[in-house]
């Protein structure tokens, strides 16, 4: 059976979709199974986001009323066992209940190693439809005070679903930030949130998923290696978080800053 993992945050923005989308890259390139779906109904981001936009023939509506079945919809990413089950365009959020969500991916959950999915921005029906056909969390927030305090909101909510397992990615660190006091270690900000932390990842103008699938001709970037660090710690606990700071500190990263005037 599919392990269940929501991506979620408090403040919208953050880089939950970008952070799933390329986990789920991350996970498939390492031979596993997964599907991606995006939980906010009637809007759709993750299917633009992955670039297959103008794939969707069938989406999540048309599976539920059983128009298609539900392999139909699916779309898979050329060579990697990625999925992504589109959201319903046509319905309204509340169009759709938490019950009925569950029953669709009770029915493909079997095939898959993880499921992953996109929670929509707040805190409402939305949230619970996503979370509660959940057995795991991840909270993406940034190092910037709203986010944080928004997530911490979310932490005590996602607290009352008894999940497996609620983990912390803090996107967007600045290295150079982190060293120079500017801005919270990913360290930190666990601590502050009590939650534990699986990963960070550098602000990278190359973060977008053409990066991660390689479609931009990139072999290596900062956010790929830190998103590589994320899928190795959800598949096995490595316990391996991204150094954000490494080329930052010492004489080296002093004469850096100097340069840069920062
Ligand atoms: N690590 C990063 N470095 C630089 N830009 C990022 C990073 N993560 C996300 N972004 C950018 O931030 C914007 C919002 O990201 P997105 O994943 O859509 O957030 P959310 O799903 O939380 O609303 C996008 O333009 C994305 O490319
Ligand atoms: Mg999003």
Redesign the pocket.
């Given at each position: 059976m599919a392990r269940k993992i929501v991506v979620t945050?408090g403040?919208?923005?953050?880089?939950?979709?970008?952070?799933?989308?390329s986990l789920g890259i991350s996970l498939a390139n390492k031979g596993k199974n997964v599907l991606m779906i995006d939980g906010d109904i009637g809007l759709n981001?993750l299917d633009v986001?992955m670039g297959m936009e103008s794939r969707v023939i069938y989406d999540m509506a048309d599976v539920i009323e059983n128009k298609c079945h539900i392999n139909q919809a699916l779309l898979q990413e050329d060579g990697i066992g990625l999925y992504l089950l589109p959201s319903a365009h046509a319905y309204s959020s509340d169009k759709l209940s938490a019950q009925s969500f569950r029953e669709l991916i009770g029915r493909i959950e079997n095939t898959f190693d993880f499921i992953l999915i996109?929670c929509p921005?707040g805190i409402d029906a939305g949230f619970h439809r996503a979370v509660s056909c959940c057995d795991e969390a991840i909270l993406?927030t940034t190092p910037h005070i709203p986010a944080i305090r928004d997530g911490d909101k979310v932490l005590g909510l996602l607290r009352s679903y008894k999940l497996n397992a609620v983990n912390l990615v803090v996107?967007?660190?600045r290295g150079d930030f982190v060293v120079t006091g500017k801005m919270m270690s990913g360290g930190e900000i666990s601590n502050i949130l009590r939650c534990p932390l699986i990963g960070v990842?550098?602000?990278?103008?190359a973060?977008?998923v053409y990066s991660q699938l390689g479609r931009i001709g990139m072999n290596s970037s900062s956010?790929r290696d830190?998103i590589d660090m994320i899928a190795r710690n959800v598949l096995d606990n490595t316990n391996k978080i991204y150094d954000v700071t490494r080329g930052h500190r010492g004489l080296i990263g002093k004469l850096k800053r100097l340069v840069s005037g920062r």
């Open positions: 945050s403040k919208g923005g953050v880089g939950k979709t970008s952070v799933l989308a981001n986001v996109d921005a993406v996107n967007r660190v990842v550098p602000e990278d103008d973060v977008t956010s830190a």
